[in-house]
């Protein structure tokens, strides 16, 4: 059954601490995403990958937020320093970047809590 | 003004009552049209999907996308108590590598048995 995962599933930290959020996207997928969700905004594109490569960052706080991908297997988001306003629920969805829908699949989410 | 609006709500009705949820957009280049599902702490799931004006029916579940008005629905007959979700349109433009979707802020939903 494959599936987007996720890791942490939660997070609860201080303010100024680092945060690292990883996903594994789906096996044969080309192109990765996350997405920060919250009540107020929504879903909002933070960034985009495609073949590993990143297209798009523009929705992404350049200062604290970074996001990469080491390998095909593997994407990372990190936050440093973390602030109370970046708790959200963090997505990252994966697609194989063919076909007309273009359907994303979306892990369970990392909800984070920075007090 | 957002690219795409969407009232979030939330909508109660009973069981076998018919729904309707709707997003307004204003980004003409957009395409393809999306619903996604969201369960309580789970991430979105394609519900639906249509390309450029027209309707599309699965069981259910019915899309439609009319662009001169730059306006989707989704219509839910006989709903049912599992449908209680979030319904997140999203929607994309054309043209390879333009697979970033667009997503509304999602119209919380629960049918009450």
């Known amino acids: 059954d494959a599936r987007v995962t996720q890791t942490p599933r939660h997070k609860v930290t201080e303010m100024g601490q680092e945060v690292t959020m990883r996903c594994q996207p789906i096996l044969g997928h080309n192109t990765v995403f996350w997405y920060r969700q919250t009540m107020m905004q929504g879903l909002e594109l933070l960034a985009y990958f495609r073949n590993r490569a990143p297209l798009d960052d523009s929705g992404m706080p350049k200062d604290r937020f970074s996001a990469e991908m080491p390998d095909a297997t593997l994407a990372t988001l990190k936050i440093q320093p973390s602030e109370p306003r970046d708790s959200a629920v963090y997505f990252c969805?994966?697609?194989?970047?063919?076909?007309?829908?273009?359907?994303?699949?979306f892990g369970e989410g990392s909800r984070l809590t920075v007090l | 003004q957002k690219e795409v609006e969407q009232d979030p709500g939330p909508l109660s009705v009973p069981e076998g009552a018919i729904v309707s949820l709707n997003c307004t957009y204003s980004?003409?280049?957009?395409?393809?049209f999306m619903w996604y599902r969201q369960y309580s702490r789970k991430g979105p799931e394609l519900l639906m999907y249509t390309y450029s004006s027209g309707n599309k029916e699965d069981g259910r579940f019915t899309a439609q996308v009319d662009k001169s008005s730059k306006y989707i629905s989704l219509f839910i007959r006989d709903s049912q108590p599992s449908d209680s979700a979030t319904y997140l349109c999203?929607?994309?433009?054309?043209?390879?590598?333009?697979?970033?979707?667009?997503f509304g802020k999602g119209t919380k939903l629960s049918v009450i048995p």
């Open positions: 969805a994966s697609g194989s970047g063919t076909g007309n829908t273009g359907e994303l699949f």
């Open positions: 999203a929607m994309r433009r054309s043209g390879a590598g333009s697979y970033q979707l667009t």
């Open positions: 980004n003409s280049a957009f395409q393809y």
